[in-house]
């Protein structure tokens, strides 16, 4: 399967994405992935009991076999860098293990220390996993190092300094060698700043300076930096961040200056507005070609609305539902009728916090969960009709599934209820199997990245239910067998019979078969959701759907640490089951890697 077929795209979730090049390339670090996983939880389950020789031996063995193995796939980049990350996890592991059998008293944060610089010759050759296990573990490294040494409060400029300094460091490296990261320190570093920024406002010695240079040298900086390298993204973001710090001062000031009452928080809503206007007509003045310089103003209007939007919450009580649905009315005409980007900024959060309280203040004086969700299905509605920018559209499904849950739980989710379990479950299963019915019409539409995101986070919610059920609610289930097996596994093997049936008709290839075998083993074995992860990821790898790409894969990582917890099986059966999963994905990629070969010579004249 070339990516020439993927040009003019049907935008469906299909067996035959799996097909694609890169998806392959997923295919096998994810097998790779779960294979590692499995050993994992197997040592960690018999830890104890394993001699302290062994102990010492498993992850050196374990080290030394995969930067063999990292040589041998050079060629391939994908199994290589996994390698590598994996020789650097136990590179980890075994400081963690020297440090527990020896019982040397060191510090913990020599451990980590060590680890880091054992890390470096690891950077050689280029990996962006090694790069940022890194980064992660040298900054514990330094927190550590104050921590033990009792110094964290009597010397935290201190600390703060050596953790400007680190991250300047760490990011000089990334933008030279791994500039996909930027985004991690732009935000990282806005963290430190606005934490700096806080201390300088409110520290147990307000109004030191130093604080107030450690919070701003850094982003502006950064800033200076993006703005050569003519990066507006980069540096409208950064700006952002530095102005969001700022302002901390700003309310720090104005909670002195001004009464808590209607007419102060209108002042503050204006001073923020105000000064995220500054900065971005000073970003339109340096970078007068791109459009990325409204960013700050679209976050000062968000602040101001929020502000604004507080009274309906403190001051006006009740009568907030009829303001609040005057601010969804006034939200709604904006949208439609301006385009100036603070405005439509600002309307977007009139309206979610009109929306608020709406719901809010109803749900209080009817105490009926049913009712609000009807008025939240309407939002919903509404705002779809109005074609809003698909993140509103998300936030307004995400609370609709929240209301559902409530709905079903009459208010009380915190219960151990069976019935409230599997009610949870038949929704999770229905609405997935509806939105892969009606997939044909969604994913050509303007929204589709808007459902696929909430897709991943019902798939979110069902991992998280399962941990909750495995490990906090202790439930006899009344049910019989044959329920209990239709919701666990009916829905889901219902699903994966659609998945199938529903694609593409004259595709009746290999992948169909492959497919349905790994989601039927998968199923079975209770990983139905890292079968649904491994169909979007294949959807958002063929269509370029970054974020899409991004999140499921933050959510396959998430899953494997899930997985220790979840399963109601014996570590072995687990590690077992897992181990097998890893390798039916590696056979799928071999086959599917061969099948490929195999049409492209074909295919040759």
């Not at 980049?77 to 293990?97: E, F, H, K, P």
């Not at 890390?119 to 490294?141: D, E, H, K």
């Not at 920024?197 to 800033?223: H, K, R, V």
């Not at 739980?409 to 009610?423: I, M, T």
Request: with cysteine.
């Amino acid at each position: 399967m070339t990516d020439s077929e993927f040009s003019a795209p049907k935008n469906e979730f299909s067996p035959r994405l799996f097909c694609k090049a890169q998806v392959i390339q997923y295919l096998q670090v994810i097998g790779l992935s779960l294979i590692a996983a499995s050993i994992v939880y197997l040592i960690a389950a018999n830890w104890l009991m394993i001699p302290k020789y062994l102990q010492l031996a498993i992850p050196m063995t374990l080290l030394l076999c995969s930067a063999l193995s990292s040589i041998y796939f050079t060629a391939h980049s994908w199994i290589r860098q996994s390698l590598d990350c994996i020789s650097g996890l136990m590179l980890g592991m075994s400081m963690a293990v020297i440090g527990q059998v020896y019982q040397t008293g060191a510090d913990s944060y020599l451990l980590f220390l060590i680890w880091a610089v054992l890390l470096l010759p690891w950077l050689y050759r280029p990996n962006i996993g090694v790069f940022a296990l890194f980064c992660a573990v040298s900054q514990l490294a330094l927190s550590l190092f104050f921590k033990q040494n009792f110094l964290f409060e009597q010397k935290e400029l201190l600390y703060l300094f050596g953790m400007n300094v680190l991250t300047a460091l760490s990011a000089a490296f990334c933008l030279k060698f791994y500039p996909a990261l930027r985004f991690v320190f732009i935000a990282f570093i806005a963290a430190i700043s606005a934490y700096c920024m806080f201390n300088f406002c409110s520290g147990q010695a307000p109004y030191q300076w130093p604080y107030l240079a450690l919070s701003i040298l850094l982003p502006l900086c950064l800033c200076g930096y993006f703005y050569k390298q003519r990066l507006s993204l980069e540096t409208s973001l950064q700006a952002a961040g530095l102005a969001a710090s700022v302002s901390i001062l700003i309310f720090h000031f104005a909670e002195h200056l001004l009464d808590d009452s209607i007419a102060g928080l209108l002042v503050l809503a204006l001073l923020i507005f105000a000064w995220f206007a500054v900065i971005s007509l000073l970003l339109i003045k340096m970078l007068p070609n791109t459009q990325f310089a409204v960013i700050p103003l679209a976050i000062g209007a968000w602040f101001a609305g929020i502000i604004l939007a507080s009274l309906l919450l403190t001051y006006w009580q009740t009568f907030s539902i009829l303001m609040g649905l005057a601010f969804v009315a006034l939200a709604w005409w904006m949208i439609r009728r301006v385009s100036c980007v603070f405005a439509r900024q600002f309307a977007y959060c009139l309206w979610l916090c009109g929306q608020v309280a709406v719901l809010v203040h109803t749900q209080m004086l009817t105490d009926s969960f049913t009712l609000i969700l009807l008025i939240q299905l309407s939002f919903t509605l509404l705002c779809m009709l109005s074609r809003m920018h698909w993140l509103i559209v998300l936030i307004q499904l995400a609370a609709c599934y929240g209301l559902s849950i409530a709905t079903l739980g009459r208010g009380n989710l915190f219960r151990a209820d069976e019935h409230l379990f599997f009610s949870i479950m038949i929704l999770n299963g229905l609405l997935l199997i509806g939105l892969l019915c009606t997939g044909i019409w969604w994913l050509k539409s303007m929204y589709r990245q808007t459902f696929s995101l909430w897709m991943l986070f019902i798939v979110w919610a069902a991992a998280v239910l399962q941990t909750l059920l495995s490990n906090f609610m202790h439930l006899d289930f009344s049910f019989s067998p044959a329920v209990q097996n239709t919701i666990v596994y009916g829905l889901p093997l219902l699903w994966l019979c659609l998945y199938i049936g529903l694609s593409d008709q004259h595709d009746a290839g290999l992948e169909k078969w492959l497919a349905g075998a790994l989601g039927f083993t998968l199923i079975l074995m209770g990983y139905f959701e890292i079968f649904l992860l491994l169909v979007f990821l294949s959807w958002a790898v063929a269509y370029q759907q970054r974020l899409v790409q991004g999140l499921t894969i933050v959510l396959l990582i998430l899953m494997l640490w899930l997985l220790y917890y979840n399963l109601d099986l014996s570590f072995l059966l687990k590690s077992l089951s897992i181990l097998v999963s890893g390798a039916l994905l590696l056979a799928m990629a071999q086959l599917l890697m061969k099948s490929s070969a195999v049409k492209l010579q074909g295919a040759a004249p």
